[in-house]
């Protein structure tokens, strides 16, 4: 039981300590770094990014 009881309280604390980092990143900034950046792109083409044409039939059903 006590081998439990300390299993249980080591996974506790590792994942307050996940927790804590998760909080620790500033999200509203990266945020506005997305929209400025959003901002400068004109016409996406995500098709155009994939190796083979495979891929694009893949993903783009026709």
Known sequence: ???LA???A???MLYLVLVAHALSFPTQKKAE???A???HVKDA???LSFPTP???RF???Q
């Open 1 to 3: 039981m006590k081998f």
């Open 6 to 8: 300390m299993l249980a």
């Open 10 to 12: 080591s996974f506790s």
């Open 33 to 35: 770094e997305i929209t």
């Open 37 to 39: 950046l959003s901002l």
């Open 45 to 47: 083409k995500p098709s």
């Open 54 to 56: 495979a891929y694009q």
């Open 59 to 61: 993903v783009y059903a």
